[in-house]
């Protein structure tokens, strides 16, 4: 997969709008009004969970500066709710969202990471 260009158009086609479209199989974790969660497919901790708004964003860069303040407070409840869920909160996890090339994003529908189940090490590798 090429690096997502976050000033692009959204591609209605990628392979997250498939998954939460029901086109494309996942392995779901959550679902509600404004979010969708399953299990990342290459899992870099033991749980490692991406969560997706609903609506057409491209990045959180698209996101934040489109999305009503309902579908951004339903995002943000939901990440909560399943880090809560699986109980990441004691132990802690982290939430990452991905914008453009030099940060590897590399599929064009907003997700946010979350990761856990270990220690995770530096926030930023060397
Ligand atoms: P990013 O680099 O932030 O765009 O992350 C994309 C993530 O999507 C990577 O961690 C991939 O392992 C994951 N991924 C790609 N295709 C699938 C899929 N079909 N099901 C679940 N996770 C996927």
Redesign the pocket.
Known sequence: MTP?DPTMPYDDQN?FAK?LRGE?P?TKVYEDEWAFA?????P?APE?I?VLPKGAYVSWDDFSARASAEEIAGFVRAIGKIARDKGLVEPGYRA???VGPD?????PHL?V?ICGGRPLGALVPA
């Open positions: 997502v392979i998954i494309l996942c399953f299990e990342d497919i290459h870099q490692h991406l990452i969202a991905n940060s590897g994003q590399l599929v997700h990471h």
